[in-house]
């Protein structure tokens, strides 16, 4: 599963058995630095037009996202 994102729109592709579906982005923080990890962690929420949700995270600014989905 990828998110390919402009601003608050984006594109989920890669999904099996499925179609590339817009989504857009409802959420966006940022998990606090602890003492054992050396960064903090951001996360976006995106959220599908049949209202499932993903979210896509990423520890260092370089680093891709982990995009997966969100549990209820």
Sequence with gaps: MKL????NLGLLTGVPNEADQPV???GRHVKPLLWWRRHSE???V?????GR???AKRRRPL???AVSW???
């Design 4 to 7: 390919v994102s402009q601003g």
């Design 70 to 72: 969100c549990t209820p």
């Design 53 to 55: 949700r993903v979210e």
């Design 42 to 44: 951001e996360v976006d």
């Design 24 to 26: 857009r982005r409802v």
């Design 63 to 65: 680093d891709d996202w």
């Design 46 to 50: 995106w959220a599908l037009l049949d």
